[in-house]
């Protein structure tokens, strides 16, 4: 027993995620090395504490809240957490459930977080990008080169076409290239 449990954590202080595992009252009892990593702190300065003590009063409190809907509903919860940390506002995508013991009774709520900041600043980036080739009147093209199916087209390019962008996201690059070879199109 002694040896699956030292495996166990192992692999959960190894995991590249923050895993945490809170009693009822939303006192941490356990962590991974990663969530001490990330608050910057020994985990024996989090262990025992609440969100209240090791987090800002607007992140707690919004924490406390996705605890008691988890807790309330019975029902594991997904959702975008994000913390003012050291090196900035990072944003986590957090799954939240209750464990139960042997009687079916709930003991505690385990949560997971995967930081996804990167992804989310791509996702901005990528967003005000189409923005400007969606509001361009140059000729911008934007299509899946494996699907072949255009994702955006310019202001400039519909109107030179004469089609909207819900008919030109049914039609390919060589509807309005016959000559061309998918190659090209995948080479571009």
Not at 114 to 121: N, P
Not at 166 to 173: F, I
């Amino acid at each position: 027993f002694q040896e699956s449990e030292q495996r166990l954590l192992g692999i959960l202080d190894n995991a590249p995620m923050a895993i945490y595992l809170k009693d009822l009252r939303g006192h941490y009892h356990q962590i991974n090395r990663n969530l001490a990593a990330i608050l910057n702190m020994k985990e024996e300065d989090i262990l025992g504490k609440t969100d209240h003590d090791l987090f800002p009063m607007e992140t707690a409190g919004k924490l406390v809240d996705s605890d008691r809907k988890v807790l309330e509903s019975r029902t594991s919860l997904e959702c975008e957490e994000v913390f003012l940390l050291p090196g900035g506002p990072c944003v986590y995508l957090t799954s939240k459930f209750l464990l139960y013991d042997c009687t079916g009774k709930p003991y505690a709520i385990c949560g997971i977080s995967v930081d996804i900041t990167g992804r989310k600043r791509a996702e901005a980036i990528a967003s005000r990008f189409m923005r400007i080739v969606d509001n361009s009147f140059d000729e911008i093209y934007i299509f899946d080169s494996v699907a072949l199916r255009f994702t955006h087209v310019s202001a400039g390019a519909r109107e030179n076409l004469g089609y909207t962008m819900e008919e030109l996201a049914r039609l390919t690059p060589l509807d309005l290239k016959p000559e061309y070879s998918a190659e090209k199109f995948e080479a571009i």
